[in-house]
């Protein structure tokens, strides 16, 4: 079983953390951003991820991460606790600053789909028109996007952790956690600290990877 990914792609983060929870045998395979070839092949469209077993595919990030719970160890992911789409609209409200933030970012970080000059270009030419300016210009603007993002973060109701739930995933999570882990990419990005032990806890519990450490 394989599931392609891009690592910088929220909708890949929900399968991989499902994937990692509930410790399925499977091999995470990255593509290239400009590989529009093996997509077409498995599900006939660009689209990650794709999880792919025998001679099927699928696509769809929540199929994907449905069909992981159900073949996956320990029990199922639990209903959402809390009213997560509260929580969503709220990061939602500021999803340009997020996107300028993170677009010119991406392929600077070394993520593996970034690893061509190509797959580099490919992604900064569909990306640019979505937050209506160059790459160069949202770096330079990083001050005002960070300051809006702050705000939102600091605005986030209460995220319930793992450990209040015996240390269990919820669909919630599922839908919430893609994001806010991708935006710990921004360096000297004003985290607040019950963000932070959220991400810290899924993050363990998912065995997916935080962006600390490369942070720009």
Same mark, same amino acid.
């Given at each position: 079983?394989?599931?392609?990914?891009?690592?910088?792609?929220p909708?890949?983060?929900?399968?991989?953390?499902?994937?990692?929870?509930?410790?399925?045998?499977?091999q995470?395979?990255?593509?290239?951003n400009?590989?529009?070839?093996?997509c077409?092949?498995?599900i006939?469209?660009?689209?990650?991820?794709?999880?792919?077993w025998?001679?099927?595919?699928?696509?769809?990030?929540?199929?994907?991460?449905k069909?992981?719970?159900?073949?996956?160890?320990?029990?199922?992911l639990?209903?959402?606790?809390t009213?997560y789409?509260?929580?969503?609209?709220?990061?939602?409200?500021v999803?340009?600053?997020?996107?300028?933030?993170?677009?010119?970012r !991406?392929?600077?970080?070394?993520l593996?789909?970034f690893?061509?000059?190509?797959a580099? *270009? $490919?992604? =900064?030419?569909?990306?640019?028109?979505?937050?209506?300016?160059?790459?160069?210009?949202?770096?330079?603007?990083?001050?005002?996007?960070?300051?809006?993002?702050?705000?939102?973060?600091?605005?986030?109701?209460?995220?319930s952790l793992?450990?209040?739930?015996?240390?269990?995933?919820?669909?919630?999570?599922?839908?919430i956690?893609?994001?806010?882990? !991708?935006?710990?990419?921004?360096?000297?990005?004003q985290i607040?600290?019950?963000?932070r *032990? $959220?991400? =810290?806890?899924?993050?363990?519990?998912?065995?997916?990877e935080?962006?600390?450490?490369?942070?720009?």
């Open positions: 079983m394989k599931l392609y990914v891009y690592d910088h792609c909708f890949c983060v929900r399968a991989a953390m499902v994937a990692g929870y509930k410790d399925v045998d499977l995470i395979v990255p593509l290239l400009d590989d529009e070839a093996s077409h092949q498995l006939g469209k660009k689209m990650v991820p794709i999880l792919e025998g001679d099927q595919a699928m696509g769809e990030s929540l199929d994907i991460a069909k992981l719970d159900e073949i996956g160890s320990g029990v199922k639990m209903r959402a606790p009213d789409q509260s929580i969503t609209a709220v990061i939602s409200s999803q340009r600053s997020i996107s300028c933030l993170l677009f010119p !991406n392929i600077q970080a070394g593996p789909e690893a061509t000059p190509s580099r *270009d $490919y992604f =900064q030419r569909n990306k640019e028109p979505m937050i209506e300016q160059s790459f160069a210009t949202a770096m330079a603007d990083t001050a005002l996007h960070k300051q809006r993002v702050e705000t939102m973060l600091a605005s986030l109701p209460h995220l793992p450990s209040e739930n015996g240390d269990t995933l919820g669909w919630d999570d599922v839908m956690y893609p994001t806010l882990r !991708n935006l710990t990419l921004v360096q000297d990005l607040p600290q019950q963000v *032990d $959220y991400l =810290q806890e899924i993050a363990a519990l998912t065995r997916t935080l962006y600390y450490a490369i942070a720009i």
